[in-house]
């Protein structure tokens, strides 16, 4: 998977349509050369003068048989874009090389799809709130013919605001311990998904199936050394999780966790 980051100048135009596009005609141009190098599931950072606006997700390799030049993306827009030099600043010590966005001096340079690398895109990730989860699509790209040399990686983004709710729900509050962690910058704890995300289990990405922590109670959770049964009373722990009325917690979720704790306690023995 690669992370680009496009100087975006019709981002109306290409957010309607759901593309990325070299809106040129020059076929040496760096930015028609540059757009078949994407790949389904590359993370795109979008920037106007403005600022940082939008993270895109390809949705598919780029196709040097679109006389268009266009590829579909998955635009994950913010309330309000994040000022340019700040943003730049943030990220500048991992934007090196030759083909940069941002010169030594934090000047923008004139280009279209920057490659960068993951440091970057980690921090740029971070201010938005976004987190990147790993797919391998594999078996998708072996159906396209001709089969492409890349193995083709999908990834989706998920917003850690949904963690937050749960979060914002329970003040912070492990709802295994009840304890309120204060760090630096205020009160912390962990949304804890019961499912995991991601591969083998696929876990929803749903408030019914995050818990939240401390950060002992989401290690101990995801390890099975405990775990909860449907009325919400602890198994293997002294207690009863905490639960609001305003959190429904998903039945399936509990269910699965069980039978991974039971398989988990089977084979300790
Ligand atoms: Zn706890």
Redesign the pocket.
Known sequence: MQFFWVNQSKFKIEKELGVIRADTRDSEHHARIRIFEVRKGDVIFSFSKAGFQAVLVAEENADESNKNCAVACTYYTFESSFDLDATVQLVQEHLQGLYSPVDSEGNRNQGYLYPINEKAALTLLYLCGLEVESQDTKTESEKTYPPRKETSVSRIIRNTKISKNVKDIYENS??????QLTISNGPYSEGAHIIPLGQPYNGPDEESNILC??????VLLDGFAFSIAEDGELIGLEGHLNISKKHKISEKSLEWHKMMYNKAIKSDS
Do not use: S
């Not at 492990?174 to 304890?179: K, N, R």
């Not at 922590?213 to 989401?218: Q, R």
């Open positions: 492990c709802q295994v311990c009840g304890i922590l401390c950060p002992n109670h989401h």
